[in-house]
T-cell receptor, first 115, second 113 residues
């Protein structure tokens, strides 16, 4: 089954404790992105990757890191989480080029709480 | 940058028709998506428009006017399970060949009996 797999689904952590949210897709997609979703603010892009070893900042990159060492994996790293990073996170992927009628395929989401 | 506007909330009656509007401002427009998102779940793809006009898919239709920067999602024969948020998303071309997708804040639709 074609899918984007995120782990974990739920995570509660303490301020300053490094964490990684994993994302893996099995569709051979070139594009991958991380979004966070907060009430009233919608989905905001954190980082994106156009292909292996190619990553760039989205709209809200502060406090996050990513890597793209393999095409299928795009982990999100919070080196020193803070309470303002409490949010619902989505990983998404899409194929490159036209036509890309279906836009993104999303993972199931990770609900992160930083206390 | 992009600016995408859609109503925050709407209420409609089961069996009725509802239209959710979306206006946008962007350069390098390369398509508009509508996604459905139930609370706490991932967005799921509903429709895609890149040319002007109406795209129909079952109970759902989506319309685009590029000159007006306007789209709407039309839901017919509403069912209780249609209660969800509906996200308008615009894709545009960026430098280096990247096609960025920016999401509106979503319209929360409540279907009542």
């Amino acid at each position: 089954e074609a899918q984007v797999t995120q782990n974990p689904r739920y995570l509660i952590t303490v301020t300053g404790k490094k964490l990684t949210v994993t994302c893996s897709q099995n569709m051979n997609h070139e594009y991958m992105s991380w979004y966070r979703q907060d009430p009233g603010l919608g989905l905001r892009q954190i980082y994106y990757s156009m292909n292996v070893e190619v990553t760039d900042k989205g709209d809200v990159p502060e406090g996050y890191k990513v890597s793209r060492k393999e095409k299928r994996n795009f982990p999100l790293i919070l080196e020193s989480p803070s309470p303002n990073q409490t949010s619902l996170y989505f990983c998404a992927s899409s194929p490159k080029g036209q036509p890309t009628f279906y836009g993104y395929t999303f993972g199931s989401g990770t609900r992160l709480t930083v206390v | 940058g992009q600016n995408i506007d859609q109503p925050t909330e709407m209420t409609a009656t089961e069996g009725a028709i509802v239209q959710i509007n979306c206006t946008y401002q962007t350069s390098g427009f390369n398509g508009l998506f509508w996604y459905q998102q139930h609370a706490g779940e991932a967005p799921t793809f509903l429709s895609y428009n890149v040319l002007d006009g109406l795209e129909e898919k079952g109970r759902f239709s989506s319309f685009l006017s590029r000159s007006k920067g306007y789209s709407y999602l039309l839901l017919k024969e509403l069912q209780m399970k249609d209660s969800a948020s509906y996200l308008c998303a615009v894709r545009d071309n960026r430098s280096g060949g990247y096609q960025k997708v920016t999401f509106g804040t979503g319209t929360k639709l409540q279907v009542i009996p």
